[in-house]
């Protein structure tokens, strides 16, 4: 069905615009190259935050201190946390893939707003570069966690402002990213995708714009207060002037969960897609895949009170906040059942994008049961605050988000680039950096039923065997990303030509030449078929 | 943009971008809201006395200065369509004056606080107990930040104003205005819960 066949198109790698060198890339409104731009800020900034876990675990691997100390540690977890949260994993997807592939894929042009898309990337620069400065100008670096927790972080003598700002302004990034992505889907889709014909990672797009659009602004403005609590000496949130700390927790969760979903219904998009795909077979269930990304979104709002079971809340917020979390776990459930069920019967093509949705799939469930023992009342009092809670939530955040953007990276290589990546140091790559996540995060559990609590850089003795096994576990995991990027780089200059639908794909960014013209279609493309239509 | 009807899609969907931003807005000020009333929950005696130490007066009279410039932008946009561009003009003109007079009556309103040591960080304030603390911790920052999206509006205003000098902005397309105007009944709408909230509840 490639309508394009024959005609010789530039590629938006090839094509000339109106500026030359960088300027073509960081003056462009092309969604392709603000997608590729976002990759590049994106795989930088992680391996920045992934080296700092990496001190961190090196720290960890003998009681007492071994190479950074108590403050350094603190600095260091703070950093890890704000880059990893506001800089990648929530960016991560959206705006890496969903801007280069949501036009394509619903058969636009382009985003609705180009314009304010290139901003959205100026603002992420501007966003990160402040949390780099609150690193190195006033009185050091910031030391509260990425959870800016009052009254602590008004009282600390680190330089938070900077970094609260960052966090600020990567907010609004994001807003407009969402906001830019809802109205394209309401308005741009090509003639004839209803909604229902619309393939499911732009409908996971579409669940996490509102979640961005409708949470996002509350964290700005409790940034802000935090902000004027610290210039103007306000007493938002300070208990001596008559604030109540618990309040900033309750607003600060408000967004910070439903942030979790923004990181992980794309992820589930795209791996609906790598399933599909390499099944060559329909999504099983696609309405009711689109049902539960709107449920996920829609009940995410109501659960951010299980963040908070033991600062002090009244009994029935506990079991409401415990019930609503438990009831979260049904859409994602429905939506590992489907993944399977995709794969039943299907013609399965075991290629490396097939590889990381099976172990998404994996660590995904790991990291959701390990939260329902979390969503239980009684079992977070004794987990509350500790490596269990780490583990969980790093095997749904980067397990999840994390797998499924090394994963979308693969699947979507040969579009981006033109070129096929090679399969067997890919697989290399995903077996040691599997092998290396599970040995890294595993033991977390245990050290965490245990008693060994987060953001310590010192424990006790017993813990010291799982902290060896998980710091091993962090070498071999930064082992296995390095050879994945190796040889993602060294495929762009040796790969062989990627044909237009490598992995035998049906939606539309599989029906245009690899990579892709600069206006993405040469006629805009009329829709007649459902987005996965094998038979 | 010469085909009419492409101008007409294009115009729906920045007007749909728009409402959008407008939904984020008001989640912004939800926030403060939500702070607001549990503080007043907590502290109902103290705010109800500081509320009533608020002129009223001043504070009527920017929510009629809000309240008449809405309608002036109203108005110019139907000026617009009717091809009325002189009248446009002079009605966007009157939006900027009033929306300056807010902000020069917000000034002395300040000021006055300022003057009798009333403002956040403050010790005689602090003297005078929690409540009153939170209840202008929490006046400054909401009318302050209020005050910024006046002055953000009128920022825009001008700019469209310029634009419709130029003939940039036309009868054949004039979504900037009408989204200019969306922004600018939002700041309205906002200050018309601000006002009851700090000025009226006693």
């Known amino acids: ?535 | 943009m010469n085909n009419p009807s492409e101008t007409q899609e294009k115009a729906l969907t920045s007007r749909f971008g728009m409402w959008l931003f407008l939904f984020t807005e008001m989640l912004l000020f939800g926030g403060l809201f939500v702070v607001y009333s549990v503080y007043r929950f907590r502290n109902a005696q103290a705010f109800h006395l500081a509320a009533d130490e608020l002129s009223v007066f001043i504070g009527t009279v920017n929510t009629i200065i809000l309240l008449i410039s809405s309608s002036t932008i109203a108005m110019s946009i139907t000026a617009i369509r009717l091809k009325n561009k002189k009248l446009a003009l002079l009605l966007l003109f009157t939006t900027i004056l009033l929306g300056l007079a807010f902000l020069v009556n917000k000034y002395f309103e300040w000021g006055d606080h300022i003057r009798e040591h009333i403002y956040p960080g403050s010790a005689i304030l602090a003297l005078r107990g929690q409540g009153d603390v939170l209840f202008y911790g929490l006046y400054f920052f909401m009318t302050g930040l209020h005050a910024l999206h006046i002055i953000i509006g009128l920022a825009f205003i001008a700019i469209i104003t310029g634009l419709i000098i130029r003939d940039k902005i036309n009868p054949g397309s004039y979504v900037l205005l009408e989204n200019s105007g969306l922004y600018w009944h939002l700041v309205d709408l906002i200050w018309i819960f601000l006002f009851p909230l700090f000025y009226l509840i006693t």
């Open chain 1, 1 to 535: 069905m490639n309508v394009h066949e024959g005609i010789e198109e530039p590629s938006y790698l090839e094509h000339k615009g109106k500026h030359r060198g960088i300027f073509s890339w960081i003056f462009s409104t092309d969604h392709k190259r603000i997608g590729l731009l976002y990759l590049f800020s994106i795989l930088s900034f992680f391996s920045i935050a992934a080296i700092i876990g990496l001190l961190m675990k090196l720290e960890l691997i003998a009681p007492g201190k071994t190479i950074i100390n108590a403050q350094t540690y603190n600095a260091f977890f703070t950093l890890h946390g704000i880059v990893m949260i506001f800089a990648v994993v929530i960016p991560g997807l959206p705006a890496v893939f969903g801007n280069f592939f949501l036009p394509i894929m619903i058969g636009a042009r382009d985003v609705a707003f180009p314009k304010l898309n290139l901003l959205s990337w100026y603002l992420y620069v501007t966003g990160v570069t402040l949390v780099v400065i609150s690193q190195f100008a006033g009185d050091g670096p910031p030391d509260t966690g990425w959870t800016f927790y009052a009254p602590y972080s008004f009282r600390t003598a680190g330089n938070m402002l900077p970094a609260v700002f960052g966090a600020f302004v990567l907010g609004f990034s994001s807003i407009l990213t969402g906001l830019n992505f809802l109205v394209t889907i309401h308005r741009l889709r090509a003639p004839g995708m209803t909604w229902l014909k619309m393939p499911l990672f732009p409908w996971t797009l579409y669940a996490t714009g509102w979640v961005q659009l409708l949470a996002t602004p509350i964290i700005g403005i409790t940034l802000l207060m935090i902000a004027a609590e610290r210039l103007l000496h306000i007493g938002f949130f300070d208990p001596t002037l008559g604030g109540d700390p618990l309040l900033y927790q309750h607003l600060f969760w408000t967004y910070s969960h439903p942030a979790v979903y923004i990181m992980i219904l794309p992820a589930m998009g795209a791996i609906s897609e790598i399933i599909s795909t390499h099944s060559h077979k329909g999504i099983f269930g696609y309405r009711f895949m689109v049902a539960s990304a709107i449920a996920i979104a829609f009940v995410g709002y109501f659960v951010w009170g299980h963040h908070m079971f033991t600062s002090g809340m009244s009994g029935t917020a506990l079991y409401a906040f415990s019930l609503l979390t438990f009831l979260v776990a049904i859409p994602s459930a429905i939506k590992v059942f489907n993944w399977i069920s995709t794969m039943h019967k299907g013609s399965i093509d075991l290629q490396t994008p097939f590889f990381w949705a099976a172990a998404f799939i994996f660590v995904f469930m790991v990291g959701g049961f390990s939260g329902l023992i979390l969503g239980s009342l009684a079992a977070n009092v004794h987990l509350h605050n500790t490596h269990f809670v780490l583990a969980h939530f790093h095997f749904i955040v980067f397990g999840g988000t994390g797998f499924a953007f090394f994963g979308a990276l693969h699947y979507w290589f040969p579009k981006i680039t033109g070129k096929m990546f090679d399969t067997r140091w890919a697989n290399v790559g995903l077996v040691l950096f599997f092998t290396g996540f599970i040995t890294l995060y595993g033991p977390m559990f245990y050290l965490g039923v245990k008693g060994m609590p987060r953001r310590y850089y010192d424990y006790d003795e017993i813990f010291h065997a799982g902290n060896i096994v998980s710091t091993l576990g962090a070498l071999v995991l930064i082992s296995g990303a390095l050879i994945i990027i190796i040889n993602l780089f060294n495929s762009l200059k040796t790969g062989s030509k990627a044909p237009s639908n490598p992995w035998g794909g049906k939606t539309l960014e599989w029906t245009i030449p690899s990579p892709p013209p600069a206006e993405n279609f040469i006629e805009t493309p009329v829709i007649s078929k459902g987005p996965y239509d094998y038979r």
